[in-house]
């Protein structure tokens, strides 16, 4: 491959040696740079809390859907599968505001966090485990979406049974990267954020 560089206005003979080699340089950088690897958002990282609400706060509400089937979510990803990557506890940022539930009455049911490319745009599954409660805690199931377009936007699905009282918080809003964001329901609520990772996709 050939490449034509032209010089207006310089006489090549009378070019200092300082000259050809800035020249040089100039060219180098014009065909190299375009070639260099560029810094990419290449996802999101999602952290969410599921706590309940005191009873004083929020009464249980008997609703009439809890003689119907849950929602069908399994078109929905489990976080450490299916290129969702789980989140370990250590790299949690939201400890500190879990242990202010603690201290403030509320029982954490669901503590869990992920990381998904921008490109993926499938729900990810939220269910709660056993805990130290026992069955005597509520249970949690659901899911999240991210949508991403002008705006971030989260789409929030799930349903807390504790024995016949079923409540759910069905939400969509407009998030901001790494603002605490509430989600309220009546038995329960929920505190998510979204920070960016960078890489390669």
Same mark, same amino acid.
């Given at each position: 491959?050939?490449?034509?560089?032209?010089?207006?206005?310089?006489?090549?003979?009378?070019?200092?040696?300082?000259?050809?080699?800035?020249?040089?340089?100039?060219?180098? !950088? +014009?065909? %190299?740079?375009? @070639?260099?690897?560029? &810094?990419? $958002?290449?996802?999101?990282? /999602?952290?969410?809390?599921?706590?309940?609400?005191?009873?004083?706060?929020?009464?249980?509400?008997?609703?009439?859907?809890?003689?119907?089937?849950?929602?069908?979510?399994?078109?929905?990803?489990?976080?450490?599968?299916?290129?969702?990557?789980?989140?370990?506890?250590?790299?949690?940022?939201?400890?500190?505001?879990?242990?202010?539930?603690?201290?403030?009455?509320?029982?954490?049911?669901?503590?869990?966090?992920?990381?998904?490319?921008?490109?993926?745009?499938? !729900? +990810?599954? %939220?269910?709660? @485990?056993?805990?130290? &409660?026992? $069955?005597?805690?509520?249970? /949690?199931?659901?899911?999240?979406?991210?949508?991403?377009?002008?705006?971030?936007?989260?789409?929030?699905?799930?349903?807390?049974?504790?024995?016949?009282?079923?409540?759910?918080?069905?939400?969509?809003?407009?998030?901001?990267?790494?603002?605490?964001?509430?989600?309220?329901?009546?038995?329960?609520?929920?505190?998510?954020?979204?920070?960016?990772?960078?890489?390669?996709?």
């Amino acid at each position: 491959m050939v490449f034509n560089v032209q010089f207006n206005d310089v006489c090549l003979m009378d070019m200092t040696k300082e000259n050809f080699w800035r020249a040089g340089l100039l060219a180098l !950088a +014009v065909f %190299i740079s375009p @070639t260099l690897p560029a &810094a990419a $958002d290449s996802g999101y990282q /999602v952290e969410i809390i599921v706590f309940e609400r005191n009873a004083k706060d929020a009464a249980a509400i008997h609703d009439e859907s809890n003689n119907k089937p849950p929602p069908d979510y399994s078109n929905a990803v489990i976080p450490g599968t299916d290129n969702i990557g789980l989140l370990t506890p250590k790299r949690f940022q939201l400890s500190g505001a879990e242990q202010k539930l603690k201290r403030s009455g509320r029982t954490t049911l669901v503590h869990t966090g992920w990381i998904q490319r921008r490109s993926e745009s499938r !729900a +990810v599954r %939220i269910t709660s @485990t056993a805990t130290e &409660a026992g $069955d005597a805690t509520p249970s /949690v199931d659901g899911a999240m979406r991210l949508k991403v377009g002008e705006l971030l936007n989260v789409g929030v699905d799930l349903t807390c049974r504790d024995g016949g009282d079923v409540t759910s918080i069905i939400e969509t809003r407009a998030v901001k990267f790494g603002e605490l964001h509430y989600f309220d329901g009546d038995q329960f609520g929920v505190l998510m954020q979204v920070t960016r990772t960078t890489g390669s996709e």
